[in-house]
């Protein structure tokens, strides 16, 4: 209990500082503002060393960002070199015990894989019940419509369409006194 308990406060943490442009690539500014590390300087960082050049992109990604500019990823490989390579002491200093220990983590969550399996079939289970209860929602409320329609057809006496006209061009008076 007391292990699952730390394993979903690791899982926490890291989502909380790492979000993915596709399945492959992380965005380096999201990590850069949860630890007060200067984003400007890490994007250079990445132009001056090869490996971290080769393993990163720029994506565009609205939901994270709120705008449509292209920001930098990395891929696995190469986070695990930037985290690495990045010295504690540029972080904010009230969070840079938090990012030695996220260092540390880093390997556990990328090597293993288990954790980011994990993040991504929650993500898939969520995103997956959201759809089922829109489905659900959208079945109800269509069972209404026909419950409704099937009443004033069949109670009424008149089509809908007929009953929808009469409605739009008489008053309330005429359509009492009509029946």
Known sequence: ML????????????TSAVKFADEDHIFVKPVCEYFGIKYKHQATKFSEDLILKRESRKFSHVPTFGDHQRHLAVTKRGFIRWV???????????????????QLLIFDILYSGSIIKD????????????????????????????????HIEKVMGMEFGEWKEMVEIAE???IEGGM
Request: net charge positive; with cysteine.
């Open 3 to 14: 292990k699952s308990m730390k394993k979903e406060g690791e899982i926490a943490f890291y």
């Open 84 to 102: 690495q390579l990045t010295n504690s002491s540029i972080c904010h200093p009230s969070v840079a015990e938090k990012f030695e220990q996220f």
């Open 119 to 150: 993040q991504y079939i929650q993500y898939v289970k969520k995103e997956m019940k959201e759809l089922d209860e829109l489905r659900k929602e959208y079945g109800r409320q269509g069972n209404e419509i026909k419950k409704k329609k099937y």
């Open 172 to 174: 309330p008076a005429q």
